[in-house]
């Protein structure tokens, strides 16, 4: 297999309209059609659709930009490089640890490549509960296609790594049902390091894909800008003013203030930072919606030493899954869960760890042989699982305010329960729930009784998140939602949200494709909107 070209880096030379930090510095002011907020998965693919129907795009990007040839596989690099305050964002207090993109790309740079549309139950339950009466599986299918070709998803045929394996092993002993995870890569090495940045460019994320696309018709791309609030003007945003950083002469961060005018304002700096943008520019909120229901798959993990060799850090980090916990329950009813398994890198690992010092020692030395299981909690569909509200600090900063309250730590047992069973069933030898007090159990009798009595509770029970949807819910009436069902904001009109912040509730799955999709299908709306003829994505 070929190692794919540096895009990016040829593109640079042969005269792509790239400024900001490194690049070049970013005038005091622009003009275009079309502002994006964002390059992640809603930014990216609104910015090849647009400029393929020749509208003058400026994509705005608070990270740096980082190609291949700066991704070495080493987490000393990615970590602080590639992701919102260094992989240690958390929720206020400091409950629940969030992974997010920050960089060209955003999340999808990062993410592990796993890709499911969103599932029919979900869509179902937006078109009763939001009145979203066009979110159906027929109608979303046309996207979702254009989506996967254009970004090469498709089923994994090379046999999972044994990390993966042994969640499939496991959930065969047991008669829980699994399946393979499609995956957006062309000409994968199976190296196993997508989160710390694909050295080989097999994955086809938007610093790959769209992004070199709208760059080769003209786009203009600003790194390292980051949007701070929106001008008004008789209702409609006038500008968007943002802060370019950059290094002064005496290597210090230095920041200039950019003003850009477009007669269209695209927001997609996902499920956080968009409704914090919209929040620091006092946008239009009659109902109280902004920033509210933001839903993060609170993940609980159990980990386990087999007496095989499993080397999770190598081969594709998650290409197998169960949702027979989430086919179990009702989908308004306890919270149901989606079971996967995450990449083992000894740094990430360490942090999420129980223990300190000799006991921690230990289990890093028994890293080879440990397999870990994640389970994501599908929220948002009860009335006790109301998500979580995006607010400002003193600063501007956003941060999130999510309860790990009884109805969200209820599920949070079964899920532990479930995975130690599934762990013992594929021949663990110990396992490990992620949680501060608990124990190294050898039998599944002894880890199911001791699971049962565990206290389950916020920063004793560790709990991660890499999804972060809502805050900006479309919907079909101002009264539910912030934005309406074809992406524009109900109380201004030059204004629309493309990302995951759209969600009502979460997905039940891994978002970029249920993003990929919605997106693609409401850019292709606004582009009739704004008077030019939209293409599929292809």
């Keep these: 297999m070929s190692r794919q070209p540096d895009l990016f880096r040829d593109g640079l030379a042969a005269g792509w309209k790239v400024l900001g930090g490194e690049l070049g510095p970013v005038p005091e002011q622009l003009r275009c059609d079309v502002v994006i907020v964002g390059s992640g998965a809603g930014g990216g693919i609104s910015a090849e659709l647009l400029a393929r129907a020749g509208f003058d795009v400026i994509v705005l990007e608070d990270g740096p930009l980082k190609t291949s040839r700066d991704f070495h596989q080493r987490e000393s690099e990615a970590y602080p490089t590639l992701y919102q305050e260094a992989t240690a964002r958390k929720t206020a207090d400091k409950g629940i640890g969030i992974l997010q993109g920050r960089c060209v790309g955003g999340s999808t740079t990062v993410n592990w490549t796993s ?21 159906t599986p027929d109608a979303m299918a046309p996207y979702f296609e254009q989506a996967e070709r254009r970004l090469n998803i498709a089923n994994w045929h090379v046999a ?17 049902s699994s399946g393979v995870i499609r995956r957006n890569v062309k000409g ?55 802060l370019a950083w950059g290094n002064s002469a005496n290597g210090q961060a230095a920041a200039r203030p950019v003003r850009v005018i477009a ?33 993060l798959h609170p993940v609980v993990m159990t980990a386990a030493v087999m007496p095989e060799m499993v080397q999770g850090w190598s081969g594709a980090p998650q290409t197998v899954y169960s949702d ?14 989606k079971l996967e398994v995450p990449p083992i890198h000894p740094v990430i690992i360490a942090a999420s760890m129980p223990g300190f010092g000799p006991e921690l020692a230990d289990m890093l030395r028994k890293l080879p042989h440990t397999h870990v299981q994640l389970a994501l909690l599908r929220d948002g569909f009860a009335a006790q699982s109301p998500g979580g509200n995006v607010r400002l600090r003193a600063d501007g900063s956003p941060e999130v305010d999510y309860p790990l309250n009884d109805f969200v730590m209820e599920g949070a047992r079964r899920a532990l329960l479930s995975m130690a069973e599934l762990q013992f069933a594929a021949g663990a030898l110990e396992v490990l729930p992620v ?21 389950l509770a916020a920063l004793s029970t560790r709990v991660v998140s890499a999804h972060v949807m809502g805050g900006c819910a479309f919907a079909a009436d101002p009264q539910r939602g912030v934005v309406r069902p074809d992406g524009q904001h109900w109380q201004v009109a030059n204004l629309s949200v493309h990302d995951g912040s759209l969600f009502p509730t979460s997905i039940g799955a891994n978002p970029q494709l249920s993003i990929y999709g919605l997106v693609n299908r409401l850019t292709q709306g606004l582009i009739a909107r704004l008077g030019g003829r939209p293409e599929a994505l292809a």
Aim: hydrophobic letters at 40%.
């Design 188 to 242: 994968c090495w199976n190296l196993g390091s997508c989160g710390l940045g694909c050295p080989t460019n097999a994955k086809q994320s938007m610093l790959v894909t769209t992004l070199p696309a709208a760059l080769q018709r003209g786009a203009r791309l600003l790194v390292q800008t980051r949007a701070e609030r929106f001008e008004w003007r008789d209702g409609q945003v006038a500008a968007l003013h943002a």
């Design 115 to 135: 890709s499911f549309r969103t599932p029919d139950e979900t869509l179902a339950f937006w078109r009763e509960h939001y009145g979203l009466a066009e979110m």
């Design 324 to 337: 027979h916990f989430l086919h179990t329950q009702a989908i308004d009813g306890p919270m149901g869960y």
């Design 160 to 176: 999972p790594n044994e990390n993966n394996e042994l969640l499939r092993r496991g959930a065969i002993k047991l008669g829980v």
């Design 435 to 455: 949680h501060e007090l608990g124990g190294r159990y050898t039998t599944w009798a002894q880890a199911r009784e001791a699971l049962k009595q565990l206290p």
């Design 263 to 295: 007669k269209h304002h695209i927001v997609a700096g996902g499920g956080i930072n968009s409704p914090a943008l919209l929040l620091r520019s006092q946008a239009p909120d009659p109902h109280g919606l902004l920033g509210k229901r933001t839903f």
